[in-house]
């Protein structure tokens, strides 16, 4: 069975996912068509080879339904032989289009499969396509709340404190303004811009480079009112009794930003890569998908990871750079704590709560985020993991090549 | 005006006005509008007969009854486990109702009486709803509270009516509310003065509405949040929450119910009513539901309406004097006063008095249905005393000193002589037998113990207990009292703690032992209130303080009561180094500024040992065993005299979970061999409290059970 490798990775800037944002005049249709038509440009690609597009978009609905990832293909101008289908697995959604990807290939079955992701939260509100996951039986049957008290009962199960959330926010924030600074994501950024050629928006515009703790510390925790006042916390206590009351730790400062942006990753085997006179970047070594308690919802990374590692026959200690999607500061708290972690190799160009979070885009661009750092900083090892909404989790380890 | 009456028709009466061309329908079943087969067989008759009628122009329904329609006939419903057999009988009602509101001329229905249940709904299938002007008249869907749902079209209709945030508040909640504010509530569209205006309203309708239809057979939406935008969907998950976060999961009839209406509210009319009628056989035909609706409706109907008790038609009860003014005498004289009694309430301390007096202006200011005057002359009627001379002639004298044989002994030969010829004393000690306390009366046979609850306005309960000495129309004459002031009573026999403090004190002593015995103070809270319990052990021990409940292990002791457990132990300690409970600021939670903060620290370091078993199921098990167990001794010991009376009292005067029908019905259900099967394990494991009387394990033997089996 062949190897799937990473040939390139582009992104667009995130864009504030509301009315004022810079992106909410720009169709989602169209974002995607920019990342694909930068891949394909600056690659040469004939992208008559590409044997499927396969993109993630979690609401879609409005601008973001009927296949998004065919129409957005056709749109950047791609060969009417290269089709498209879109996914979601939620927040996972870029992710697991970079590992369908990776297993199609490596299966044999295709040879070059584009992966990525696009969402316009401005313009597609979250959860606009309705679905049964709030419904009263859900919730009853299966058992449902809010990711937000997910997220305040994962740090009260951790210890995790408000104090402890909101330096990582600032963390993540100082982390990506020096990487904004120093260029570092100048490889894959890739401007949008408009009808006319003219840039519509060169960077992300969502990070608050001068956060201070004290300063965060100001705001009240988003879901208490929720959580206490409309006793969406008791929705917990069945599964979790030992829990005596929820520490409501999590604001919009120490949560992941709410943003617009697109991304497309190219996977191909060694051999379509070479032929197409391109140089393989990253090898994915091993990819994992699980399921956990859908209340907890956000503890999915942790035996996602475990899952990857061991079909890789490898240990946490093996990943040189980690990327852990920052939905909430208890998230990637709670990952370095369970499994041990450095925390100086975890997000270290910032992560979502500085840069956002394009829900059906973030497992691409996170996965070309840890590529460029691992090239950046000579290491060999990179990981993305993801939480994931109904209690699941991703993640997939690469190499460089 | 045209009589056109139905000889066959032995549910509704039948008349078609010439003039007006209104067909008027009146309910008129043998004793009281009841939905059953009769009911729905008669309807359909009239609906034909009505449709029938030459240039019919409208439809009144009304009733020639006290009230419209009581909903459900349960005796029907109570005994049916067939989904089937059920589904098709409410098909066929939903039908009916349909049928009602789609005959193309306007239906109005005339509420000069109470509709509840599904009478309300009949009422919902009418496209007008007039309301007679009066207090007395009730509207609502009480179903919940009896472990099943609105399944004639209340959860379809009354949200596409109202909306679903006022619907689910009707609902989930069972409310039942009265004329004026059903009508400020959207539950009837008018309100008239006399029933003539009623009906004049209604002919009014009719004239001026004469292509009415139902909202949900016009276009248009319904009011407030559209069904599927995002903000119908915060209000479900709201009321989610809510419903969890009050009920602990412990019912089933609130969840279905909330799910019913989104469901419902999802698809069009029609066939929304197919997801109602599913839900509800779903629910009738549950054990909760039967536990429900036995215990519920027919043993508190039954001890309300004092069946097989003494009974006299002259209980010569004007004047009661109530010893004792704290927070139980206060209450106890307004709730006297308010039936009509002229109370003294007398205190040694006037300060007490005064707080009593307060007490009592405070509660008869929140009669609002009363005028100044009406006020005024309830408050006249308590005459508050230092002294002995102005109970002289009570024919009651209720005892609500401090919980003490000798203090109660003295007061008892110091104001007995107030009695009136054959006066009545009663104590309100909730442990000290009263063959004990009535050592020192003058008249044994005239004295026995009326056990209230706190708050006693608001507490329905009233334990009554006789002595072996106590006669049979001293008994009557107190339960005559006890109905006048609006008391649910039991009447059981004599011995230490009667029967709701042995059943509440096996409750809150088993959860002080469970933290004794080292298991998570905070999984021992969860176990009580998801079981059911009203409110979780721990908490509720706090709220009584602990030092009672020291001084009542120093009482038990005396009488017997083998109480050598670390649990004691604990609760000794805590008293001790002065964690009292909620008052004194401290005991099992911590409290700031009267609010419980959490469980206190602590706790854990109290504790001997590592449990086995850790699970919450086990200690829900450990919670309501020891208390139906307790029941259980009760029934053996003749404390217990009738078995309706375990029920009602553990439900509503300690709380037991209602969900189970009662500490009987928990062993029944759970089926008497692995109910003593059970005990006999945690009599192994965790001590002789857990022993089987002899009559239970024999009960089991022979295949008895409490109930009859449903």
């Not at chain 1, 208890?330 to 160009?349: H, K, R, S, W, Y």
């Not at chain 2, 004469?210 to 479900?236: E, I, T, V």
């Not at chain 2, 549950?286 to 409706?297: F, G």
């Not at chain 2, 205190?347 to 008095?353: F, M, P, S, V």
Request: with cysteine; aromatic share 6%; charged share 20%.
């Amino acid at each position: 069975m062949p190897d799937a490798y990473v040939f390139d990775a582009v992104r667009s800037p995130r864009g504030r996912g509301k009315k004022s944002g810079s992106l909410y005049a720009t169709r989602p249709i169209d974002l995607l068509a920019q990342s694909l038509r930068a891949l394909s440009s600056r690659n040469e690609l004939d992208t008559s080879l590409v044997d499927d597009v396969v993109i993630g978009c979690v609401t879609q609905t409005g601008d973001q339904g009927a296949c998004i990832a065919r129409f957005a293909a056709l749109e950047a101008g791609w060969d009417l032989d290269a089709p498209g289908v879109t996914l979601n697995r939620f927040c996972g959604s870029g992710l697991q289009a970079v590992n369908d990807a990776a297993a199609m290939v490596a299966s044999g079955f295709y040879d070059c499969v584009v992966a990525g992701g696009v969402e316009s939260m401005s313009r597609v509100a979250m959860g606009s396509d309705g679905g049964a996951i709030f419904d009263p039986s859900t919730l009853w049957n299966v058992g449902s709340v809010p990711q937000g008290i997910s997220a305040d009962l994962l740090a009260t199960l951790g210890g995790i404190t408000r104090d402890d959330c909101d330096r990582f926010a600032v963390q993540s924030q100082q982390r990506a303004a020096s990487a904004i600074e120093a260029g570092r994501f100048s490889r894959s950024l890739i401007p949008v811009t408009d009808r006319l050629g003219l840039p519509v928006l060169e960077a992300d515009e969502h990070p608050r480079p001068g956060t201070t703790v004290e300063a965060l510390s100001e705001l009240g925790a988003s879901f208490e009112t929720m959580g206490r006042q409309f006793g969406l916390d008791a929705l917990t206590k069945e599964r979790y009794p030992q829990v005596e009351r929820i520490q409501h730790v999590h604001h919009a400062g120490n949560s992941s930003g709410i943003v617009d942006g697109a991304a497309a990753v190219l996977v191909a085997t060694k051999e379509m890569g070479q032929s197409m006179g391109l140089t393989p970047r990253a090898r994915i070594r091993s990819v994992g998908v699980v399921g956990t308690d859908p209340i907890l919802m956000l503890s999915g990374p942790m035996p996602a990871t475990r899952k990857a590692l061991g079909k890789a026959g490898m240990q946490a200690s093996d990943v040189d750079l980690w990327e852990v999607n920052e939905a909430f500061a208890a998230v990637p708290l709670a990952f370095i704590q369970e499994l041990e972690v450095d925390p100086g190799t975890v997000n270290v160009n910032g992560g979502a709560i500085a840069l956002g979070h394009p829900l059906g885009a973030t497992g691409a661009m996170l996965l070309g985020t840890v590529l460029d750092a691992l090239e950046d900083h000579d290491k060999q090892v990179g990981a993305v993991t993801l939480c994931i909404g109904g209690g699941m989790g991703i993640a997939t380890i690469l190499e460089r090549v | 005006m045209n009589a056109a009456t139905t000889t066959e028709n032995q549910t509704v009466r039948l008349q078609f006005d010439a003039q007006t061309h209104v067909a008027t329908l009146t309910l008129a079943m043998p004793k009281v509008n009841r939905i059953d087969a009769a009911f729905g067989v008669g309807l359909q008759q009239a609906l034909d007969w009505a449709a029938a009628q030459e240039g019919l122009r409208g439809i009144i329904i009304d009733t020639a009854h006290r009230d419209f329609c009581v909903g459900a006939d349960l005796d029907t419903l109570f005994p049916e486990r067939d989904a089937g057999a059920l589904l098709a009988r409410v098909g066929h009602l939903a039908a009916l109702y349909r049928r009602l509101e789609t005959m193309s001329v306007p239906v109005v229905a005339s509420l000069t009486g109470s509709a509840l249940g599904g009478g309300y709904e009949l009422a919902l299938a009418c496209h007008h709803r007039i309301a007679l002007d009066d207090a007395r008249v009730q509207v609502g869907l009480p179903e919940v509270t009896l472990g099943v749902l609105p399944g004639a079209g209340g959860t379809q209709r009354l949200p596409r009516l109202i909306g679903i945030q006022a619907a689910l508040d009707i609902i989930l909640q069972g409310k039942v509310l009265r004329a004026p504010k059903a009508k400020a509530a959207g539950l009837v569209d008018a309100l008239a003065a006399d029933r003539e205006a009623v009906r004049q309203a209604a002919l009014d309708f009719i004239a001026a509405n004469p292509g009415a239809a139902q909202p949900w057979d016009r276009k248009g939406r319904m009011p407030g949040p559209r069904a599927g935008s995002g903000d119908a969907r915060n209000l479900f998950m709201a009321a989610c929450g809510m419903i969890e976060k009050k009920t602990a999961g412990a019912y089933q009839a609130p969840r279905v119910a909330l799910a019913t209406v989104q469901e419902g509210l999802a698809i069009e009319f029609d066939r929304a009513l197919e997801v109602e009628a599913r839900a509800f056989v779903q629910l009738a035909i549950s054990d909760q539901a039967k536990d429900m609706i036995r215990t519920l409706w027919y043993h508190r109907n039954a001890a309300k309406k004092h069946e097989g008790l003494p009974h006299t038609d002259t209980p010569g009860i004007q004047k009661v004097s109530i010893l004792g003014a704290g927070m139980m005498g206060a209450g106890l004289a307004f709730v006297c006063a308010k039936a009509g009694y002229d109370v003294v309430l007398r205190d040694i301390k006037e300060a007490t008095l005064q707080t009593a007096t307060a007490h009592c202006a405070a509660q008869a200011a929140k009669l609002r249905h009363l005028s100044e005057e009406d006020r005024n002359t309830l408050l006249g009627r308590i005459q508050t005393t230092l002294e002995l001379e102005p109970m002289r002639g009570s024919d009651l004298i209720i005892e609500a000193v401090f919980e003490n044989l000798e203090l109660k002994h003295r007061v008892t030969q110091e104001a007995e002589p107030m009695l009136s010829d054959g006066g009545i004393w009663a104590s309100n000690t909730s442990a000290l037998p009263i063959g004990d306390l009535a050592k020192v009366s003058s008249n044994a046979k005239n004295f026995l113990g009326l056990h209230f609850f706190s708050p006693v306005e608001k507490m329905e309960l009233l334990e009554v207990i006789v002595s072996e000495q106590t006669s049979e129309s001293a008994t009557a004459r107190a339960l005559a009292f006890t109905k006048r002031i609006g008391k649910l009573p039991i009447v059981v026999g004599d011995g230490y703690g009667f029967y709701t403090t042995r059943v509440f004190s096996a409750y809150i002593l088993e959860g002080a032992q469970l933290v004794a015995e080292g298991h998570d103070p905070v999984l021992v809270e969860w176990a009580g209130r998801s079981a059911g319990m009203v409110v979780p052990p721990l908490q509720v021990f706090d709220e009584v303080t602990l030092s009672l409940g020291a001084k009542a292990f120093t009482m038990g002791r005396q009488y017997g009561r083998d109480l050598d457990l670390p649990g004691v132990s604990l609760v000794e300690k805590l008293v001790e180094d002065g964690r009292c409970g909620k008052a004194a600021g401290g005991g099992f939670y911590d409290y700031k500024d009267g609010r419980r903060r959490g469980l206190w620290e602590g706790l854990r370091a109290h504790a001997q040992g590592t449990p086995k078993d850790r699970s919450v199921e086990h200690l829900r098990d450990r919670l309501l065993g020891i208390q139906a167990l307790e029941a259980a001794r009760t029934v053996a010991d003749g404390i217990i005299q009738r078995r309706r009376d375990a029920e009602v009292g553990a439900i509503f005067g300690v709380g037991f979970a209602p969900g189970t029908g009662g500490p009987l019905s928990y062993i029944d259900r759970m089926g008497l061999d692995a109910f003593v099967a059970q005990m006999d394990a945690f009599a192994d494991q965790y001590g002789e409290r857990y022993a089987v009387p002899r009559t239970l394990r024999q009960m089991a033997e022979h295949g008895d059970t409490f109930f009859e089996a449903v």
